[in-house]
């Protein structure tokens, strides 16, 4: 590594591999080149302190380590010049060798509480957990309790903050002291890759609860309102008659409960939501069925071609009945808290816009709150099916076409 182009800060992760601690965390705001850091100084550290050992590298998903762990270190010039490196997407295993040593670096993901089994029963000289703070508290302490019994084994850690209620911040940030763990927070300052322009921009992309925790590194809790810039109008435009060009329909599905619609088309690189459909079966004493829903759907896409119908993966009659009148479906990705961030990010950096039109859209953005007593990131159950949808589409199709998020 170049360390001549590293803040000071950016070195303390270096420094760590011939310091007397067990672990190290780097907590903080994004964008600060910690992960990759981390990544290289990690496999420095193994390869010179162990010889024919396996380590592991962990992400939230195996996909999620690969992007922000394995395919960087593998772009290394450094790296690349001084190892021997190998991946086997097949396996998930980074193979590195130096001067006739080789170590594996096995990739896991830490999705969801059954996670902890794929890594039961190894033994590791160490484990580099990225988004830590993502994974369920049993997928770590298992990786932590693979290291136990070799010696000079060592954790390492990064994440974003969360809730000050958050396990990890409890259980290993305030008691760093405790656990012989270096700490090291980062603020966006720290990373001299960053011009003043790209952190300013970085500073207007995030909004409430994000701003805090993503740019200042603050582990503060969610209150207030979910999306305050929308609510105070923006992302808000007139309607108007604009050329466009693709679409696509977003649905929230809800029998007693709401149901929403939200009709997309692309002008300008931009996409807009310029029609909606919303029906409360409970408020209007009639429940609809699914073929009325279809229906609905129809008139409101005005016999425009979509490209998909983006529904909840949990509304499977709903999914049966699209499919049976030939319209392209697509289960949308329902990651509730990054759907909420990326969706806020789009909306301030102008890649998506509400038409004033679409009334209980923008009522469902000056009444969509984060639940402040359920001690962990959700929001308040109500007033949200029209939010809902509009994050559908922003996970599951703007996401994965043009949209970059940090």
Not at 161 to 166: E, L, Q, R, S
Not at 285 to 291: A, C, K, N, P
Not at 388 to 398: A, S
């Amino acid at each position: 590594m170049r360390f001549e182009r590293l803040s000071e800060k950016q070195l303390e992760i270096f420094r760590f591999a011939h310091e007397p601690y067990a672990a190290l965390i780097c907590d903080g705001a994004v964008r600060t080149g910690k992960t990759i850091l981390m990544g290289a100084a990690f496999l420095e550290w193994a390869m010179h302190r162990f010889a024919g050992m396996s380590f592991a590298l962990c992400g939230k998903t195996v996909r999620s380590a690969e992007r922000n762990l394995v395919e960087p270190l593998l772009a290394l010039p450094s790296l690349r010049k001084k190892y021997a490196l190998r991946y086997s997407r097949s396996l998930s295993v980074l193979t590195a060798e130096y001067r006739g040593r080789r170590s594996s670096f096995y990739v896991f993901g830490g999705r969801d509480e059954s996670s902890y089994m794929l890594i039961q029963g190894m033994t590791l000289a160490g484990v580099l957990l990225d988004e830590a703070a993502l994974m369920p508290r049993s997928f770590v302490e298992q990786a932590v309790t693979r290291t136990l019994s070799v010696e000079g084994a060592r954790l390492w850690f990064n994440c974003n903050p969360a809730a000050p209620t958050h396990w990890f911040y409890r259980e290993w940030i305030l008691r760093a002291k405790e656990r012989n763990a270096k700490r090291l927070h980062f603020l966006l300052e720290d990373n001299p890759g960053l011009s003043p322009r790209a952190i300013e921009r970085a500073k207007q992309s995030f909004s409430g609860v994000f701003y805090e925790r993503y740019i200042m590194g603050r582990w503060v809790a969610a209150e207030g309102l979910v999306y305050p810039r929308a609510a105070q109008g923006e992302g808000i435009v007139k309607d108007g008659d604009r050329p466009y060009t693709r679409f696509f329909v977003s649905v929230d599905y809800g029998t007693l409960n709401p149901c929403s619609m939200g009709l997309w088309g692309e002008c300008g690189g931009v996409w807009y939501r310029f029609a909606e459909y919303y029906h409360s079966g409970r408020e209007s004493r009639e429940q609809l069925t699914d073929e009325e829903y279809c229906d609905a759907l129809e008139r409101l896409a005005g016999g425009r071609r979509l490209e998909a119908v983006v529904v909840d993966p949990s509304a499977s009659s709903f999914l049966a009945a699209l499919r049976r009148r030939g319209l392209p479906v697509r289960r949308a990705d329902n990651a509730v808290l990054a759907g909420i961030r990326d969706t806020a990010a789009a909306l301030h950096e102008g890649r998506i816009a509400v038409c004033e039109s679409c009334a209980a859209a923008i009522r469902e953005f000056s009444l969509y709150r984060w639940d402040t007593e359920s001690g962990e990131d959700r929001p308040v159950k109500e007033d949200d099916h029209a939010m809902d949808e509009i994050r559908y589409f922003v996970r599951t199709v703007l996401r994965g076409e043009t949209f970059s998020f940090a």
